[in-house]
């Protein structure tokens, strides 16, 4: 069963990722502090973290990201801008300029090596290249 992990403390960021990741894994949940993501790794930890911020560290993918992910868990790091690159980088993890959208999610799938465990129709579906 896969599963995603959305760190962001803006409702729309979070449901709008939840839509796009509902069709590649079985279970999308969505933290907006540092505690309850913390909480979340503990208790099932994900097999992608997507991070846009957290409260406190709204629009600082790097800096929650270093907050909760301490181990090899693969990050999406929604990077607006220029960001900021220090040794707080998960080891695990890719850069991805906004807007989120099934093409970059996809792409991120593949290059952190997570493409076996998605589902896979809808993987197929969404690598194809538009008509």
């Known amino acids: ?31 907006n502090t540092v505690a309850g993501a913390l909480e979340e790794m503990a208790n ?15 629009s600082q993918p790097f800096k929650a990201s270093a907050r909760v992910i301490t181990d090899s868990t693969p990050a999406m790091l929604m990077c607006v801008g220029p960001q900021v690159v220090g040794n707080g980088e998960p080891e695990r993890s890719v850069k991805v300029v906004p807007p ?13 090596g997570l493409a076996s465990i998605v589902n896979q129709s809808s993987l197929i579906k969404y690598s194809r290249p538009a008509n």
Do not use: W, Y
């Not at 099932?44 to 709204?58: A, M, Y």
């Not at 959208?101 to 952190?112: M, R």
């Open 1 to 31: 069963m896969a599963t995603a992990l959305i760190l962001t403390d803006v409702a729309s960021e979070a449901f709008h990722t939840q839509q796009i990741l509902s069709d590649l894994f079985d279970r999308v949940r969505a933290c």
């Open 100 to 112: 989120l959208n099934q093409t970059n999610v996809v792409k991120a799938i593949h290059e952190l």
């Open 44 to 58: 099932s930890k994900p097999d992608l973290v997507i991070v846009f911020g957290l409260e406190g560290f709204t």
